[in-house]
């Protein structure tokens, strides 16, 4: 069992649709979560961090839950540039290392 | 905008072969990271280091890849001799004291 599961996907959804991607991860001892997305053949780039009191960036809406080890991302109004993988992350240690889901695929539809 | 460069940026090479990737970190960034992303898959750190020490190679197959940052600045992966599952993006970050991981480009390795 992977120690970060998500979801891989495909989401088809239309434009200004609402999406909601979970995630759950293994190891209690995990310290910080992210969100980061990943267009096509490019680099991963960090779209947000996740904090328990959860927190919002636009139409980006980020929820963690420590109890359950549960993290989610709701995007509202969905836009064609939206389209790309959504990487969920955690980070443990005193290195701080970080591990990664396998990615949801997000494609939004005119 | 300060980046993380990378070069070549794409590698074709025949099993048995030597490569080589090379990394240039945000200036003064004093972490560096090297992951291998294979398709469908997230990134997974190969490597990890503070300055010019290794923090982390716990998941580096030593037997032929190797990496190394003399001088805490930019940093060399080798694998020798390539085999055909290494075929993947390798991934280097680079990240200040604030810990956000900045990715360069990358390099896709094709193994023939």
């Known amino acids: 069992r992977k120690e970060v599961e998500q979801d891989p996907g495909p989401f088809n959804v239309p434009e200004g649709a609402t999406v909601a991607f979970n995630c759950t991860y293994s190891n209690s001892a995990s310290q910080s979560f992210f969100w980061y997305r990943q267009d096509c053949r490019k680099e991963p780039k960090l779209l947000m961090s996740?904090?328990?009191s959860g927190n919002e960036d636009g139409r980006f809406t980020a929820q963690l839950n420590r109890a359950s080890q549960y993290i989610s991302l709701l995007i509202r109004d969905s836009k064609l540039s939206d389209s790309a993988t959504y990487l969920c992350?955690?980070?443990?240690?005193?290195?701080?290392?970080?591990?990664f889901g396998t990615g949801t695929l997000l494609a939004v539809q005119p | 905008e300060a980046e993380v460069a990378q070069s070549p940026r794409y590698k074709i090479t025949e099993k048995s072969q030597a490569v080589a990737f090379w990394c240039d970190p945000i200036?003064?960034?004093?972490?560096l990271y090297w992951y291998r992303q294979i398709l469908g898959q997230g990134p997974e750190l190969l490597v990890q280091?503070?300055?010019?020490?290794?923090?982390?190679d716990s998941q580096l197959p030593k037997d032929r890849f190797s990496a190394e940052r003399l001088k805490g600045v930019d940093s060399t992966l080798k694998i020798q001799p390539a085999e055909l599952g290494d075929s993947a993006m390798y991934l280097c970050a680079s990240s200040d004291r604030a810990n956000e991981q900045f990715f360069g480009p990358g390099t896709r390795l094709t193994v023939l």
């Open positions: 996740v904090y328990s």
């Open positions: 280091f503070q300055d010019e020490s290794v923090v982390d």
């Open positions: 992350v955690v980070s443990r240690g005193a290195t701080n290392k970080l591990i």
């Open positions: 200036s003064g960034h004093a972490t």
